[in-house]
């Protein structure tokens, strides 16, 4: 039975969503996307309401068994990480109502887990998602490519054989593909720089 999760590359001007249904062999299928826009003229409620309602209506129609949005860090456009954080909170907080489970990974982890490389630039995420998903070309806008990329790694942790295991959160490698391996490696090496108050930042393009 396939893992259907949903991708959410959260912003407030543009908030990409997709459906990815991932199986036991790690085979991803896209089942749909979609980017909810707001207007930097609108009111700032305004725009939260009408985020919350997109992502409700999205998550009602799907029943997704989990969620994976993009963890904010911090930025040098104050304005910019406040929003991408205000849109997280909404998202979270509408699977919350559901009872979805929701996982929160970085950019590093997302580009390691569909690349092979923590250091993939947005074209090389977008090749990959689309041969990963077999399409012609990766969705559109880029939002939509972030979402699907997010819903790919956290359904291939959930997917792979012993992603839970201490040996894969250690960098083991059973059963691993090279890009899953990466993944694993970033993201241990994200925890290590949590822990030590380490920052990591997002793409200036909310």
């Known amino acids: 039975m396939a893992l259907r999760v949903v991708g959410v590359d959260p912003g407030l001007t543009r908030c990409g969503l997709a459906v990815v249904d991932v199986e036991s062999d790690r085979r991803a299928t896209l089942v749909d996307v979609m980017v909810i826009g707001t207007s930097a003229d609108t009111s700032l409620d305004e725009r939260l309401l009408r985020i919350s309602r997109g992502i409700e209506a999205w998550l009602d129609r799907y029943s997704p068994d989990a969620l994976a949005v993009e963890r904010v860090f911090s930025h040098t456009n104050v304005s910019t990480v406040m929003g991408t954080a205000q849109a997280s909170g909404i998202v979270i907080a509408e699977a919350a109502k559901r009872g979805i489970a929701v996982a929160l990974h970085t950019p590093t982890e997302v580009k390691a887990a569909v690349t092979g490389s923590g250091r ?53 490698s059973s059963g691993l593909t090279p890009a899953q391996r990466a993944w694993a490696q970033a993201e241990a090496a994200a925890r290590k720089g949590a822990a030590r108050g380490g920052r990591a930042t997002r793409g200036p393009h909310r």
């Open 120 to 172: 993939a630039d947005k074209d090389q995420v977008g090749y990959m998602v689309a041969k990963i998903l077999r399409l012609d070309a990766p969705p559109t806008p880029a939002d939509a490519a972030d979402a699907a990329a997010l819903a790919i790694t956290h359904g291939w942790r959930g997917a792979a054989p012993g992603s839970h295991a201490s040996g894969t959160a250690n960098g083991g």
